[in-house]
């Protein structure tokens, strides 16, 4: 079964803190039981300390084994002093006087007499401590013990015993006080785990729904903005490739449709036109008239898809430029003589190349030529008889500035930022006359901005039309 990013995160980071808190638990535990056990043979052996040294100074020459009420008077009060056991052995083991919490409690003792096993003796001694029952207790206890000598001579021993329950109690209530005490920030972090790691894949889950609408055909759907950070800006950059893609599927619709469109009207007019000469409705006279707008529908269906492979060239990866230097000033003037035939049936007057100064330029001298006809052949088709084209030219740094105005009819202010998109026409009834594909600007501006550049256009109805663009000068 596939776990979400947020199911593994929670249950990685819950385990991570259950190992940490473990590990610290077991390391307290191991540290406190280390240092209470040395604390607790520190003692003892102080305690061993104790009572030899009274012995060695107060009883040098008293038998161990006869009862002596000062050494009695101090291994009790050691006894109740620090909770532990004191008694006294002879150099065999036996235990000859002692104070425990039972002789303490009822005057009775059931440990003289017994003797205590060689191997223990041995291992405290070796040691200084040791935790056993040493065969007297029914549980562990701390042991330490001291030799007594007389002159020399080894004549017994000093125990010091401590339960070692009494630790081991206190340890597992620090242990209880530290599990209490952690339980408010395990609960804490927790919840603050989950909240953070929902925020986090909160987006991302969001994010996968909108893909799978977007392979549906729906692209509607946006991630909202919760945060400044990495997901925030993820978010961000998503919704911005949604709106990219909204608007590419709307321009593929109207693609499809403007290029039905504009292959069908011309297609329906041929058809209608052939028709109507072989089934006789077009007069054998007028046969000559029909054809020729036969084959300008034709002509004007063959600039068109021209355009459309000149734009999808444009446009693929693996077009490169043809950079060559050339004289910018004389192409412009070699392209306006070539429409000198239209200017001068429409009587229109040009002005400003004469003044246009020589500028080389580093570019793909074609295409240059190809953006420059277009916004000419835009100029003359628009123009209205007795106008004014006007041309001007100029560099600007490291860039070179091409201008052209043309006086008529002019742009919708409405119609401004569509100018340079595929098939718009603001103007469909003047279009259709003028025999406009409606790519020409939009070929335009994919040329001007393949060599780095820009373009702009600026409109006056009823007044004055101006095409501009900005092309680096290059090397």
Do not use: W
């Amino acid at each position: 079964m596939r776990q979400s990013i947020f199911r593994k995160f929670i249950i990685t980071t819950c385990a991570v803190v259950l190992v940490c808190f473990t590990a610290i638990s077991v390391l307290l535990t191991l540290y406190y039981n280390k240092y209470l056990a040395q604390d607790k043979f520190k003692s003892l052996t102080a305690a061993c300390e104790s009572v030899s040294d009274f012995i060695d100074q107060a009883s040098k020459d008293t038998k161990f084994t006869s009862p002596d009420r000062g050494l009695y008077y101090v291994m009790n009060n050691i006894a109740r002093v620090s909770d532990m056991n004191v008694f006294i052995a002879d150099s065999q083991g036996v235990i000859r006087n002692c104070v425990c919490s039972e002789k303490i409690v009822t005057g009775r003792c059931n440990h003289v007499g017994t003797e205590i096993e060689k191997k223990y003796i041995d291992k405290a001694l070796a040691g200084g401590k040791m935790l056993s029952s040493m065969g007297l207790y029914k549980s562990a206890h701390y042991i330490s013990v001291k030799e007594l000598s007389n002159n020399g001579e080894k004549v017994g021993f000093v125990f010091a015993t401590a339960s070692a329950i009494g630790t081991e109690m206190l340890i597992k209530r620090a242990a209880k006080i530290y599990l209490l005490a952690s339980i408010v920030p395990i609960i804490l972090l927790v919840l603050a785990l989950y909240y953070s790691t929902y925020r986090f894949t909160r987006p991302l889950k969001l994010m996968s729904e909108a893909a799978k609408s977007m392979a549906n055909g729906d692209f509607s759907k946006r991630i909202p903005i919760r945060s400044d950070d990495e997901v925030g800006e993820l978010a961000l950059s998503f919704n911005e490739m949604a709106d990219s893609l909204a608007r590419l599927e709307e321009t593929r619709k109207d693609f499809v449709a403007n290029v039905s469109h504009e292959l069908r009207t011309p297609m329906t007019t041929i058809g209608g036109f052939i028709d109507g000469i072989n089934d006789g409705t077009i007069e054998k006279e007028k046969h000559s008239y029909y054809l020729s707008l036969v084959s300008e529908e034709v002509k004007r269906l063959s600039r068109m898809i021209e355009s459309m492979l000149n734009i999808s060239r444009l446009e693929s990866k693996e077009f490169s430029l043809k950079y060559e230097k050339f004289d910018l000033k004389e192409m412009i003037i070699n392209i306006v003589i070539s429409q000198e035939k239209r200017i001068e049936e429409m009587e229109y007057s040009v002005e400003g190349l004469d003044e246009l100064p020589d500028i080389t330029v580093n570019a793909d001298r074609d295409l240059i030529y190809r953006a420059i006809y277009n916004l000419v052949d835009n100029a003359v088709k628009f123009t209205d008889k007795g106008g004014k084209i006007i041309f001007f030219l100029k560099t600007e740094g490291k860039n070179v500035s091409f201008k052209i105005s043309n006086t008529g009819k002019g742009i919708r202010k409405a119609d401004l930022p569509y100018v340079f998109e595929r098939f718009y026409k603001g103007d469909k009834s003047r279009s259709i006359v003028k025999n406009s594909t409606g790519l020409g600007l939009y070929l335009v501006k994919t040329i001007i901005k393949n060599h780095g550049g820009s373009i702009k256009v600026s409109s006056i109805e009823n007044e004055l039309t101006s095409f501009e663009f900005t092309l680096p000068i290059g090397g």
